[in-house]
């Protein structure tokens, strides 16, 4: 096909393909072991998948309600006062979406304004700025620094102006395993009292928390709730990111913005999902011991690379590990993340493609969100190196 012969400005100039792809697409063609991309490489729940076949077959296959089935708003408002004793109206107050990436996107372009500023906490998620850009909204980025990547809320607080709109943060955190506590959330209402700030809380990983601590939703915080978007993922969850179903609290006045934009992105997401997930939130055990399940799993990886060259930073949830490399080389992230999948055969991602501006902390994430057979063999190449 001939190439289009007028001008064209990119909006995202300096955006290329997300580095979840490029590791994948690099993991396939080296035949590398995938532990780049957040995905588990094990079965799920056959429960689940025989509530979706049921649902399908008895004809819920046509275009769910724009906020989502009702059934399944019922059942995330239940669940959401069982864990954090918040209340939201099924009908008014959650909505949901197709995936918690989508759920991210048509929050940001439905609150934030040209020249509006809005607080990215670095490594981040690299969804977030660009769609922040392509609201025309302008990213501050505060970076954070391992091992602890602490947010120090004096300094955010300095960042703070009139044209300060919204801060995201994101617990349990990706890439970095990292959690906020109680203090971080009572410092983060403090520092937005009296402003229009707006809190984008990104928590997908809320199930997965490990060493038997608690996490703290901003749900918890009235006072940070009444300000507060949060997104959530079934995905992540029940182990199908592949089915693309999410969701999102906010109170009313933030969520009537939110549909706006959500109803013309994709409108709805997958009917029969929705039902079936429904259905299988009624038993609380279906959620409950995630953050069990996913720890033996980094205590497994750990202990198998424990006599490596590979320093581990502490993961307090996710399904992410973050390892230190500089016991092996000085090269870049993205050069020895390379070296690694093409010379070795296991992928992993850079975390350096977390952060805006260029840093070299010799620093990779590694999946654990992978069958011990798959573990194993990552564990035994990395202890070879």
């Known amino acids: 096909m001939n190439s289009y012969q ?63 089935v009702l059934a399944l708003r019922e059942a995330i408002a239940e669940k959401t006062e069982y864990l954090y004793s918040a209340q939201y109206n099924p009908d008014t107050e959650i909505t949901v979406t197709a995936g918690a990436t989508q759920a991210l996107f048509s929050a940001i372009i439905s609150l934030i304004r040209e020249n509006d500023e809005v607080i990215v906490f670095e490594p981040a998620y690299d969804s977030y700025v660009p769609a922040i850009k392509l609201a025309g909204g302008m990213p501050i980025s505060v970076q954070l620094s391992p091992p602890y990547y602490k947010i120090d809320w004096n300094n955010v ?80 969850t029940f182990h199908a990111t592949g089915w693309k179903t999410g969701y999102c609290v906010a109170p009313e006045n933030i969520m009537k913005e939110f549909r706006k934009v959500h109803q013309f992105t994709v409108f709805a997401s997958n009917t029969p999902v929705q039902y079936a997930i429904a259905e299988f939130l009624k038993d609380k055990e279906n959620y409950k011991n995630l953050g069990n399940f996913y720890q033996e799993k980094r205590d497994f990886f750990l202990e198998n690379i424990k006599n490596s060259r590979f320093k581990p930073i502490t993961s307090s949830g996710t399904y992410f590990q973050l390892l230190d490399y500089s ?12 070296k690694l999948c093409k010379e070795f055969g296991v992928a992993s991602v850079p975390v350096s493609s977390f952060y805006s501006t260029s840093v070299n902390n010799k620093t990779l994430r590694f999946c654990f969100a992978k069958s011990e057979e798959t ?11």
């Open 157 to 236: 607080k300095k960042l703070i102006n009139p044209r300060t709109k919204m801060i995201i943060i994101n617990t349990p955190h990706n890439p970095t395993g990292t959690i906020l506590t109680a203090e971080d959330l009572i410092n983060l209402e403090r520092i937005t009292k009296n402003t229009d700030i707006i809190i984008l809380s990104d928590e997908v990983y809320e199930h997965i928390i490990f060493d038997r601590y608690e996490h703290q939703s901003v749900c918890r915080y009235p006072k940070l709730a009444e300000r507060s978007i949060v997104t959530c993922s079934f995905g992540k």
């Open 6 to 68: 007028g001008t064209l400005t990119s909006k995202l100039p300096k955006t290329g393909t997300s580095i979840f792809a490029v590791m994948s697409k690099m993991a396939v063609e080296n035949n590398a072991i995938n532990l780049s991309q957040g995905f588990p490489d094990f079965p799920v729940s056959e429960q689940l998948i025989n509530l979706v076949h049921k649902y399908m077959k008895s004809g819920h296959n046509q275009y769910a309600p724009m906020p989502g």
């Open 327 to 338: 016991a092996i080389s000085e090269e870049d992230e993205m050069i020895f993340a390379e």
């Open 375 to 385: 573990l194993k063999k990552a564990a035994e190449v990395l202890c070879k190196i």
